[in-house]
């Protein structure tokens, strides 16, 4: 089978998804249609973390990250070439589109180009931000797509509830890593401190404002430490002088760090389900995430970690998590065995192929697709 992927943002957890995807199905090809994201990681970079034997790429040049007209128009004149020449050349047997800018400018090409076997996987409902003008363009423009055909994938319960909600039928399988052996060898810390990490671009989704926010309180006690695994555009607003923003690390890298935190933090307002939290679960560790769409997947709050409103929850728990160490402990294990059970890559992720089979084979795929 040849698979098509669509991905502007050839980078961060959409990119380490793609690459899923092409690990578990390695007996099929995969032709990835990318943009760029220098200022995160250069597409040359991303593609050294992709499988040779079974994965080609197509560069996609008018990408671009924000909305402009011109330029997308540009954009989808240049996929609707490339999607009809690999369609000519029986190199299309499904598109999978990733993210919202793929999503819609690769349904209206794959419309245009007569292409009927169309996947679209959000990673991230974009409407679900808190500008309300901005949301109110990115529902219009989700339910815009939508008409132009395609079936809507969810990577998490609780986004295909959010995609429900404003009147988009959708269906979700569950993102997932490949739950790792324990011996993976964490950073020495140079000091005893309590060390609480986060992972991802610093962006206004991840809300780096809360982060920084939380640090603050504890910024006169020296026994705590936070960091943050990325760079984006909004680090100016990681202050706090006990945040140290790492920058990109490889993943090997990434996941030493998570290895040697004693909780992981996220402060996003939405996602769709965070591979670098699944990577926390599987490395058994706590989690301490916003109460948002996406995190409320993977937290069984008092069991593996909690869920916090605002600030004030956050550092109560970080508070109470630093003076009981046991507690933590236990919360991991059960970080670990959830992982083990909710989201191993290698099961939850076969389940695109089927999708994908029953598109080519022709069927109207109309049953609730889970895998959980």
């Given at each position: 089978m040849k698979v098509v992927h669509v991905i502007e943002p050839f980078a961060a957890g959409v990119a380490v998804f793609v690459k899923s995807l092409a690990e578990t199905m390695s007996d099929d090809l995969h032709i990835i249609v990318h943009g760029e994201r220098k200022d995160v990681m250069p597409a040359l970079e991303v593609k050294k973390l992709f499988p040779r034997e079974n994965v080609r790429f197509v560069k996609w040049k008018s990408a671009n990250r924000s909305i402009n007209p011109i330029k997308d128009l540009m954009a989808l004149r240049e996929l609707y070439t490339i999607l009809r020449r690999l369609k000519k050349k029986n190199l299309a047997d499904v598109i999978h589109l990733h993210s919202s800018k793929s999503g819609f400018l690769g349904r209206l090409a794959c419309k245009m180009a007569g292409i009927r076997n169309v996947v679209y996987t959000p990673n991230g409902a974009p409407f679900l931000g808190k500008n309300y003008l901005i949301t109110a363009l990115y529902k219009q423009l989700e339910r815009l797509g939508n008409l132009l055909g395609g079936k809507v994938v969810c990577c998490s319960e609780s986004e295909l509830a959010a995609y429900k909600k404003i009147g988009i039928s959708a269906t979700y399988i569950n993102n997932g890593v490949s739950i790792t052996d324990k011996t993976v060898v964490p950073l020495v810390k140079k000091n005893n401190k309590f060390r609480i990490v986060t992972s991802g671009r610093v962006v206004s989704q991840k809300n780096p404002a809360l982060f920084n926010s939380i640090a603050s309180y504890f910024e006169g006690l020296e026994q705590f430490e936070f960091i943050w695994i990325g760079d984006g555009d909004d680090k100016n607003l990681l202050t706090s002088s006990n945040i140290t923003v790492t920058g990109w690390r490889n993943e090997n890298e990434a996941s030493q760090l998570i290895e040697s935190c004693d909780v992981y933090l996220s402060t996003s307002q939405y996602e769709g389900l965070s591979f670098a939290v699944l990577r926390a679960l599987s490395h058994g560790k706590a989690v301490l995430l916003s109460n948002c769409v996406g995190n409320t997947d993977v937290v069984k709050p008092g069991i593996n970690g909690d869920l916090f409103d605002n600030k004030d929850?956050?550092?109560?728990?970080?508070?109470?998590?630093?003076?009981?160490?046991?507690?933590?402990?236990?919360?991991?294990?059960?970080?670990?065995?959830?992982?083990?059970?909710?989201?191993d890559m290698y099961y939850n992720l076969k389940g695109y192929r089927n999708l994908y089979m029953h598109g080519i084979a022709g069927f109207e795929y109309k049953s609730q697709l889970v895998i959980a």
């Open positions: 929850e956050a550092i109560s728990k970080i508070l109470k998590y630093n003076n009981n160490a046991a507690m933590l402990m236990v919360m991991g294990d059960s970080s670990r065995r959830i992982c083990e059970q909710k989201f």
